[in-house]
């Protein structure tokens, strides 16, 4: 059936009655043009006219130039198109991270101005643009995005509490909804790593620490994003789950392998299994992309199906890992895309922090772990013989072509490499129609049908942990206090709020997981949020419930963004309950029992590991109070 065919400046061809793109230019239909053929047929055929330059490029998945100057690379509101013009039509670069914040007509009208620019190269060959994900309550520099306009959905963990893989498949699909409509088609999640330590900054990414639980969520998310279980199509944005794999092993400590002192997995023999089987239900639905994890396992790290131990680098270099298990065992012929940055060079800043007075910037950013004594050319040429087809974060294709010419890297591997990018891109219909209606945009993204269906997976994310004296639920026309909370939502669902806690019949006071800074020195260490997770005796946080709930019966509302330790908190309050990030409207809906909570822990909470509960709270993972 003849597609839709949209163009700015391609022409176009009749041939059998039938309209085809001139990509190329050159009066004739040429296999790579000819939608009738197979995404792998066309892709073979414009394989064998690219130049090496033009293949390498397609390996690039660059960060765009913005106008304005951002802490982290590619942020800002608006693309440097003057500086794209180079990447594009002189680096042939193939793939860009749209980390913009900006209005979704914007952001449509920039996506096709890119695609435009795309056209005048020689062979006509549409980029992808991709997204870290944007659609919830935390985000952090390098690894999500603020959600602006779009809809905003609980946390990972919360479709954990939730604990509904149909759930997740409808998030995913209002997802997709809203990135085609603003010209993006591939999506830098799920993660399928396991929260397995409650001082890591990443917990808020992942769906809980339950391999098999984390398994079958990861699963509905890749088939929501993608649009079935058949693999990448037309009406698909390709999912990269990552990261692969073990990136949620950490040390005790719970530092982010994004740091030099976090590089080391704590991967055991026994325990690798665990790590992996969380992926293998975005194999089963067909993912697209899979991205590898920064860190490197510890010596003596061995697997029943891999000889002798796992090499000591950085998941990205590791044949064993990606080629070996990820490509032999599971049959994976997906694009690889390293995580960002991996071959650059870490300077001394970057390992040791920058002296004190200086504030780390973008240029203290690199993950090269276990090759920095290679150089660019041969970090590329690794990660390549190790089975990554595409480097995010680089746009200069210098130094894979000098890995080529000076007979590091086959160009065989380049080919296979560049292959599987160009499937890709002709499956998603790129190549007939790679452009989004810009006024349709914000009629799309933020719509109220995707809004309600999110301020629903908020309310049934919500965790009751605590419910002394069933003081939950409350009873409409109750006078509270609010402290960290606002009242307008508490007005709304029927309630009296008053300004002093004496007044008052009850106080709900709003909290997060603490944190500590701990390497303020460190580009990462200064921007995610380390340390412990519960209150000490003395924070300001702690205190002020003190003094509340010695006047009134207090309920904690608190943001987990990292597993809280409540030790200190629970004696205090008559209630607690724990969320993934919502709006207040839905915290006094069920507060006020209009919707009967029914979120469950989706990791066990810290200081029950070891420390009994003073007050009788004994929840743990899968678990949940109900009113």
């Known amino acids: 059936m003849q597609p839709e065919l949209c163009a700015r400046s391609i022409g176009q061809l009749r041939v059998d009655g039938l309209l085809f793109k001139d990509h190329n230019g050159n009066g004739r239909l040429d296999p790579y043009e000819d939608w009738r053929l197979t995404p792998r047929e066309r892709a073979a055929d414009l394989l064998g006219r690219m130049t090496i330059q033009e293949k390498v490029g397609a390996m690039l998945h660059a960060n765009p130039p913005t106008t304005q100057a951002a802490a982290i690379p590619g942020a800002g509101s608006a693309w440097d198109f003057a500086s794209m013009r180079e990447l594009v039509l002189q680096r042939h670069v193939g793939a860009f991270l749209n980390r913009l914040q900006a209005p979704p007509a914007d952001l449509a009208r920039q996506a096709n101005a890119l695609q435009a620019l795309a056209e005048e190269g020689r062979l006509g060959i549409p980029v992808m643009l991709s997204s870290d994900p944007r659609s919830h309550f935390s985000h952090s520099q390098g690894v999500s995005v603020a959600a602006g306009g779009f809809t905003q959905w609980p946390d990972a963990p919360g479709f954990g509490a939730a604990g509904d893989a149909e759930l997740v498949r409808a998030f995913a699909d209002g997802v997709r909804e809203e990135y085609r409509a603003v010209g993006i088609r591939m999506a830098l999640s799920p993660m399928a790593d396991l929260a397995l330590q409650p001082r890591w900054h990443r917990c808020s990414g992942c769906f809980g620490s339950s391999p098999e639980d984390v398994r079958s969520l990861v699963q509905a998310y890749v088939v929501g994003m993608q649009g079935g279980m058949d693999g990448i199509g037309p009406q698909s944005v390709v999912s990269v789950v990552k990261h692969w794999v073990g990136y949620g092993a950490t040390g005790p400590e719970g530092f982010d392998a994004h740091n030099h002192y976090g590089r080391l997995l704590d991967l055991r023999s026994e325990g690798i299994e665990d790590h992996i089987r969380a992926f293998t239900g975005a194999f089963e639905a067909g993912v697209g992309g899979v991205m590898p994890s920064y860190g490197m396992p510890l010596p003596g790290l061995r697997m029943p199906d ?152 908020q309310r049934r994310s919500l965790v009751v942990a605590r419910n002394a004296g069933s003081v939950l639920p409350l009873a409409r026309g109750r006078k509270l206090f609010l402290e960290g909370i606002e009242s307008q939502a508490a007005w709304a669902a029927g309630f009296t709020v008053v300004g002093r806690p004496g007044d008052a019949e009850l106080a709900i006071v709003g909290l997060r997981t603490p944190h500590e800074l701990l390497h303020p020195q460190h580009f990462f260490g200064s921007r995610y949020r380390e340390g412990r997770t519960g209150w000490l005796a003395g924070d300001a946080d702690l205190e002020r419930v003190r003094v509340i709930a010695a006047q009134v019966p207090t309920v904690a509302s608190v943001y987990m963004d990292r597993p809280a330790d409540l030790g200190a908190l629970e004696p205090l309050v008559a209630g607690i309950v724990l969320h993934f990030g919502l709006q207040e409207q839905a915290l006094f809906e069920v507060l006020s029992g209009q919707y009967m909570p029914a979120g469950r822990l989706p990791f066990d909470l810290p200081w029950l590991q070891s420390t009994p509960s003073p007050a009788g709270l004994a929840l743990r993972r899968g678990e949940s109070l109900s009113f």
């Open 306 to 457: 891999v000889a002798g131990d796992i090499e000591q680098v950085g998941m990205s270099f590791n044949r064993q890992m990606v080629t070996g298990v990820l490509r032999g065992r599971f049959g994976f012929d997906g694009v690889v895309i390293s995580d960002w940055h991996v071959t650059d060079d870490c300077s001394r800043a970057c390992i040791e922090g920058v002296e004190e007075g200086e504030r780390p910037g973008a240029a203290d950013i690199a993950m090269p772990w276990g090759v920095e004594h290679l150089g660019r050319p041969g970090r590329f040429a690794k990660a390549i013989q190790a089975g990554v087809d595409q480097f995010g974060g680089a746009d200069d294709p210098r130094w894979i072509i000098s890995a080529v010419r000076d007979g590091l890297l086959p160009q065989s591997l380049i080919d296979r490499a560049v292959l599987r990018i160009l499937v890709q891109k002709f499956s998603l219909g790129l190549f007939e129609n790679p452009y989004v209606d810009e006024d349709a945009a914000a009629c799309v993204v933020g719509r109220a049908g995707l809004k309600a269906m999110a301020l629903d997976a």
